[in-house]
């Protein structure tokens, strides 16, 4: 079930980066806001395919890719944390910063024995790895994290227009929780020894989707307000769709097929049902997370048609 997390994840977290470009594509922030994203799906769906995956013949380049993944999403915090608010490219700081990625990101290609020292292909596919290449990684990732998070705090501290200081409060949240995670599971424990849990940091991007979700949604980050809580209530639906007909199609397998799911279920006259039910349930799903989304997103302000209706009954009245 954690392959099928890490796909979500991944997937969910593009969908929204690409989103958040789509509607606000001329802003510096914006772009490094959807590198981030992409880091953080192919992150997820790298670890998800590496822990697939039993050649190791084949592995080597998307151990590489989620590495140098990881490393992508860090450089892009501190890049959007930088220059959100400012319509700036960052200066010196976001450029060195730059530079040292695409260093460790040639060294991590072109060079096959900087950090990985090989695979082993078991029940959980692990990496050894070699302790200088991975402290140089490791130091590069935590160092600019900390940096990140105390830039936000800064910024946050200093800014005084309110609506402003909470976007940027609501962005070091959807930053900073999700890079704890990513630094324990990711980077601490495999440095330990323990390489199990590699899956569960990338599932922390379905942490950081709605906390960036609630600072541009609900608070105007980037100011692309009404068309992203139009994507959350389309991706909500599709993701209740999605994880109804895995989970049915789950259950089914199990009860009358001994749990073979790709024999079981396939295209066969169960699987057609759950589409079929799927299908007449996707338009009440979706009204209702319309309505839910409205409500968290849009409290407190004005219906416009309810506006109309009133100001008619006034003039009404003369």
Same mark, same amino acid.
């Given at each position: 079930?954690?392959?099928?997390?890490?796909?979500?994840?991944?997937?969910?977290?593009?969908?929204?980066?690409?989103?958040?470009?789509?509607?606000?594509?001329?802003?510096?922030?914006?772009?490094?806001?959807?590198?981030?994203?992409?880091?953080?799906?192919?992150?997820?769906?790298?670890?998800?395919?590496?822990?697939?995956?039993?050649?190791?013949?084949?592995? #080597?380049? %998307?151990?590489?890719?989620? /590495?140098? $993944?990881? +490393?992508?999403?860090?450089?892009?915090?501190?890049? &959007? *944390?930088?220059?959100?608010?400012?319509?700036?490219?960052?200066?010196?700081?976001?450029?060195?910063?730059?530079?040292?990625?695409?260093?460790?990101?040639?060294?991590?290609?072109?060079?096959?024995?900087?950090?990985?020292?090989?695979?082993?292909?078991?029940?959980?596919?692990?990496?050894?790895?070699?302790?200088?290449?991975?402290?140089?990684?490791?130091?590069?990732?935590?160092?600019?994290?900390?940096?990140?998070?105390?830039?936000?705090?800064?910024?946050?501290?200093?800014?005084?227009?309110?609506?402003?200081?909470?976007?940027?409060?609501?962005?070091?949240?959807?930053?900073?929780?999700?890079?704890?995670?990513?630094?324990?599971?990711?980077?601490?424990?495999?440095?330990?020894?323990?390489?199990?849990?590699?899956?569960?940091?990338?599932?922390?991007? #379905?942490? %950081?989707?709605?906390?960036? /979700?609630? $600072?541009? +949604?609900?608070?105007?980050?980037?100011?692309?307000? &009404? *068309?992203?809580?139009?994507?959350?209530?389309?991706?909500?639906?599709?993701?209740?769709?999605?994880?109804?007909?895995?989970?049915?199609?789950?259950?089914?397998?199990?009860?009358?097929?001994?749990?073979?799911?790709?024999?079981?279920?396939?295209?066969?006259?169960?699987?057609v049902s759950i589409a079929l039910l799927l299908a007449f349930l996707f338009q009440p799903i979706k009204n209702f997370f319309d309505r839910l989304t409205?409500?968290?997103?849009?409290?407190?302000?004005?219906?416009?048609?309810?506006?109309?209706?009133?100001?008619?009954?006034?003039?009404?009245?003369?």
């Amino acid at each position: 079930m954690e392959i099928i997390g890490l796909i979500v994840a991944g997937v969910s977290a593009f969908v929204f980066g690409l989103s958040v470009l789509v509607n606000r594509s001329s802003l510096h922030s914006v772009w490094y806001f959807f590198l981030t994203t992409v880091g953080a799906s192919v992150w997820a769906l790298g670890i998800a395919t590496f822990l697939t995956l039993k050649d190791s013949s084949v592995l #080597l380049p %998307f151990v590489q890719a989620y /590495y140098i $993944a990881a +490393a992508l999403i860090v450089v892009s915090m501190f890049s &959007s *944390a930088s220059t959100i608010a400012t319509d700036g490219g960052g200066g010196r700081g976001v450029g060195f910063a730059w530079l040292s990625f695409f260093v460790l990101a040639s060294l991590i290609i072109f060079v096959p024995k900087f950090m990985i020292d090989g695979i082993i292909i078991d029940r959980y596919n692990s990496v050894r790895l070699l302790p200088v290449g991975y402290a140089i990684y490791s130091a590069f990732f935590l160092i600019l994290f900390a940096i990140t998070v105390g830039v936000l705090m800064l910024r946050t501290r200093n800014e005084k227009q309110k609506g402003s200081n909470i976007q940027l409060r609501w962005l070091m949240y959807s930053y900073g929780i999700p890079g704890v995670f990513g630094a324990i599971f990711n980077l601490i424990l495999p440095a330990l020894g323990n390489y199990q849990l590699i899956w569960i940091g990338p599932l922390s991007a #379905l942490i %950081f989707i709605p906390f960036a /979700y609630t $600072a541009i +949604a609900r608070h105007g980050l980037f100011d692309i307000r &009404s *068309a992203t809580v139009r994507t959350i209530g389309y991706s909500l639906t599709l993701a209740v769709m999605a994880g109804g007909y895995v989970l049915l199609a789950y259950g089914i397998s199990v009860l009358f097929f001994g749990g073979r799911v790709s024999e079981g279920v396939g295209l066969s006259p169960a699987n057609v049902s759950i589409a079929l039910l799927l299908a007449f349930l996707f338009q009440p799903i979706k009204n209702f997370f319309d309505r839910l989304t409205n409500k968290i997103f849009y409290r407190g302000q004005y219906d416009q048609q309810e506006f109309f209706l009133e100001f008619g009954r006034i003039l009404s009245y003369d």
